[in-house]
């Protein structure tokens, strides 16, 4: 079974950084559009960042010039670098990705379990 798992969130003062890793488990033949959302207390998830297989970028308004998206396709593994961080971007992280298991000839959009980041001091 195909599975996205984070790590990296946690609590950090205002102006810190933090990096989150998503990592691709299982038998995995294609890791297309790799992202990260995030979702706020009382607020709908939003995009934070893509990435596409060719390197091109977007992102959110809020956190261009502070935050990089990059991705080791070998590795089935993407990232988010978060400097200056801020009090808003507190929010549970979720990494998403088009994933085509090996065998298979779909594609499945799957979500990752969620990481906590929290900014404050």
């Known amino acids: 079974q195909v599975q996205l798992v984070e790590s990296g969130g946690g609590l950090v003062q205002p102006g810190g950084s933090l990096r989150l890793s998503c990592v691709a488990s299982g038998s995995i033949f294609s890791f297309n559009v790799p992202g990260w959302y995030r979702q706020a207390p009382g607020k709908q998830r939003e995009l934070v960042a893509v990435?596409?297989?060719?390197?091109?970028?977007n992102y959110a308004d809020s956190v261009k010039g502070r935050f990089t998206i990059s991705r080791d396709n070998a590795k089935g593994t993407v990232y988010l670098q978060m400097n200056s961080l801020k009090p808003e971007d507190t929010a549970v992280y979720y990494c998403?990705?088009?994933?085509?298991?090996?065998?298979?000839?779909?594609?499945?959009?799957?979500w990752g379990q969620g990481t906590q980041v929290t900014v404050s001091s």
């Open positions: 990435i596409t297989s060719g390197g091109s970028t």
């Open positions: 998403n990705a088009k994933i085509r298991p090996l065998g298979r000839r779909e594609e499945f959009d799957i």
